[in-house]
């Protein structure tokens, strides 16, 4: 090798790697939204939403915006173009028991749907607040089932009886007298009935049309020796009243062999049951 050689080496330039700049994403509150909502919806806690807009407090206002920390990924088409969730109502659910299961208030998914009362009908849609869906996951994945929700418990109340409750629930007596294993249709105050197809997934509710009520026949009962109204309206969860003003009783007075009707319920009990 010469004495005068030297190594050469020719550097090539550096590449500057451009930084991105990130763009916050804006979130425009809607009716029915909490600060929480958004926050699940992001990926985000409540702490770290609250933190990042200087929120003193966790209510929102409709039309608020909200920035959300971190870089957004996906275009601003795909952010902002958005599926709600849609819940299909089944036989028996009621808004309060499709609040409970997604986590929201009866007030949220009645302002959020704009429903002038809770009653539903079985098939109506209802929009779930921030439970979303972007273009870009659609034709990836379906939507996740929630977890089941706790079983519906109702407790009687003075009055009531089980066609009663059968038909406020949208069920028959017959269904709810299997469900709960009730030998008879009789209720207690204060005892507990449960309400089926309340802990039922998505995938398992039923596709069935709904099953109408049986009509309701009255029961009547024939007064015994030493029975009297006060008691025959307890044995079949009614009030003295009730039954006074259903059979047009001006007084309390009973005789024996007389025939009351009970008024709300669709089952006959056995002749053994009405002669007491």
Do not use: W
């Not at 028996?92 to 028991?97: D, H, P, Q, T, Y």
Request: glycine letters at 6%.
């Amino acid at each position: 090798m010469p004495p005068n050689y030297q190594l050469a080496v020719q550097t090539e330039p550096a590449v500057k790697l451009l930084a991105k700049t990130p763009q916050t994403r804006i979130h425009k509150v809607q009716r029915g939204e909490s600060l929480s909502v958004i926050a699940q919806r992001y990926g985000k806690t409540t702490t770290e939403l609250q933190t990042y807009n200087k929120l003193r407090s966790t209510v929102l206002a409709v039309g608020q915006r909200i920035k959300i920390p971190g870089e957004a990924t996906g275009t601003a088409t795909q952010l902002a173009a958005v599926k709600p969730f849609i819940h299909k109502v089944s036989r028996g659910e009621s808004l309060s028991v499709i609040a409970q299961r997604y986590g929201k208030t009866t007030k949220e998914l009645q302002a959020y749907n704009k429903l002038r009362s809770t009653s539903l009908a079985v098939g109506q849609q209802i929009r779930i607040p921030g439970k979303t869906l972007s273009l870009a996951q659609l034709p990836k994945a379906a939507p996740v089932a929630p977890e089941p929700a706790q079983p519906v418990v109702h407790k009687v109340k003075r009055g009531e009886s089980l066609s009663v409750i059968a038909q406020r629930y949208g069920t028959t007596s017959n269904e709810l007298k299997t469900y709960n294993k009730l030998r008879s249709t009789s209720l207690a105050v204060g005892q507990q009935i449960r309400i089926p197809g309340k802990t039922l997934s998505l995938a398992q509710l039923p596709k069935a049309a709904p099953v109408a009520p049986e009509p309701a026949q009255p029961v009547v009962h024939k007064v015994s020796r030493g029975e009297s109204l006060s008691v025959i309206a307890q044995r079949y969860g009614k009030t003295t009243k009730e039954l006074q003003s259903y059979n047009q009783l001006r007084s309390t007075s009973l005789r024996v062999g007389q025939k009351l009707n009970i008024p709300g319920d669709a089952t006959k009990r056995s002749s053994a049951a009405c002669r007491g």
